[in-house]
């Protein structure tokens, strides 16, 4: 696991600009400060930081070059099933690296193997005599990978950090914008920077370093290549158990001490219950209460009954919100760009806790989107009892009643499926627009932007599915990659940690995305097949009690530690982006408690924050 950038050369630049990327790109150290490996010729520069996880030698350091010297690779990720590649593709190592075999079977097949590799990576590979360089990320975009390209260059990096210190100026995108109030994240491929893109996870793009410098992209895997699966019930509960079983032991493999973010809910307590399972040495468990919840409802019980059942080493941590302004401070410089999840403050805070200790982390991501974990997915199978019963929202004496089922009547009415999946993803609504935060010319420019054109896209390709499958799927391609893959990255990465994630692993995800909606969505139960797979393993209280997970009190914080620090934010913003009159009014509406606008209110904080570490490269249209 580790961090990578480069430079693509169309033209000769300076070798100033070229001392002035290598030096950006020590911003991110954190992602491997074990080793930095720099490869440079006429066509390409390559730059590696290394975070040593399987074979600690300096042999497996990178750049790495093929056995034959005809490439040369940057490499960030773990590929799981590299023994089964060594064998298959008949290779002769010098290492015990899953590097080396990722480079390897590329050449060997003409980089027809990358469908096979089962893994989380991002990686360059640089041809030298055919002169063509590969960018490859993996399928769900677990790996970051940006880039951003000019009349003379391209340039790539792990964290966009790298590019942006780099550039001498670069403008915003609106649209990203617009797609960030929406929804606290970016939903596609392109970020607040105009030019600078995420690289397309599941493919593989090629540049040919001739006269024209032409690209071409081949997709080695997409949400459409699943198949159907048509089993009974009893049959896919077995296999789930068994293919989570293999993803986990896959993922044991590692020279370096690893452990389990164990929350005390279903995802991470099955991943330790598997890992004891397949592990010849006690497992490490890290589990976390935080200052703010004590006395309150706490997951630490479940954790410790997991713990105890299989004798891990558990460890329980207090983290404190006495510093969490710095927190603040430091990882929105560290997303990159805007990134509104609070929840990366308390992640953040878990893997600087358990740094010491340890270089890889096993933690439950995917698990509620290829099983169907979350609320929404019942209630889309009910669509068309709420859509009736919210058409009666008027009649509700609640208030707070009155406009929740206001809202989901709004929600429910859009003649485009695809808007009514971007309006269930976010708490925003047009009849109480986020967009009146913004200055008048901003305001005007983004109601141009469609927010939720990568919503509508989607299912314009994916019409014919029902919608609860439709749900799942969006979740897959759009929530999990853009908001939930990029807060673990980011959050432990910035204290070297590894996160590996056995709910993404190949054969898991491809039988589970094949599964109709009708076997994951059970009326009234979440993550029906999973909890029925796992109930021998894990106790009845976690699998059907409920889930706390993540509580962070940031509206609290707004009223309290932070109510200061935003009102400072807010006062000194940029008049040509933001209206600084309308944040504070909201502001100060949210700490009297006349409403609650703390999503909204997170999300200015969240930009308006970034554009003052911006602001000197920052060119407005």
Sequence with gaps: MCGIAGLIFKRTISEERVKDFIKSSDLMNHRGPDHKGIYQDENVLLIHFRLSIIDLDSRSNQPMF????????????????????????????????????????????SGDVVSQWNGIFASVIYEKEE??????????GVKPLYFYEDENVLAFASEAKVILDWLPEFQLNLKVLNQFIWFGNPTGSESHVKGLRKADKGVVTTY???VDFSHYKRTFWGIGDVNEIKISDSEAIQETRSLLEKAVSRQLVADVPFGVFLSGGIDSSSIVALASKNYDRKIDTYSVEYDYNIGGESELAKAALIAKRYQTNHHEMVVTTDDVKEIFEKLVFQYDEPFADPASIPLYQLSRACSDDKRVILQGDGGDEFFAGYRRYNAMSDYWFWKTAS????????????????????????????????????????????????SEEVKQQ???????????????????????Q??????????????????????TMLESIEARVPFLDNDLTNFALGLPSKQKVRKGQKKYLLKKAMEDLVPKEILYGSKRGFDVPFREWLRTDLYDFAKEQFMSSDDRIMNSKVLLKLLDKHKSRYADYSTLLWKALVLIYWLKIYRNKLVLN
């Excluded at 034959?68 to 590299?82: F, I």
Aim: charged fraction near 30%.
């Design 391 to 438: 058409a009666f929202n008027g009649l509700i004496p609640d208030r707070r009643w009155r406009e929740r089922m206001k809202r989901i009547n709004f929600v429910y009415g859009q003649s485009d499926f695809g808007k009514t999946l971007a309006y269930y993803m976010t708490e925003e609504v047009p009849y109480k627009s986020p967009l009146n935060i913004f």
């Design 131 to 140: 002169k063509r360089v590969h960018l490859i990320r993996d399928r769900f």
């Design 470 to 491: 439709m749900m799942l799927y969006a979740d897959t391609e759009i929530l999990l990659p853009h908001r939930y893959l990029e807060k673990v990255d980011k959050a």
């Design 208 to 210: 040919c370093l001739g």
């Design 66 to 109: 093929s056995k034959d010297n005809s490439a040369v690779m940057v490499y960030n990720g773990e590929l799981y099933n590299y023994l089964d590649l060594k064998a298959k593709y008949n290779i002769s190592t010098t290492t015990t690296s899953d590097s080396e075999i990722l480079l390897e079977s590329f050449l060997k097949s």
């Design 446 to 468: 983004m109601n141009r932007e469609h927010f939720s054109s990568d919503y509508e896209t989607f299912f314009d390709s994916n019409i014919g599915l029902d919608r609860v």
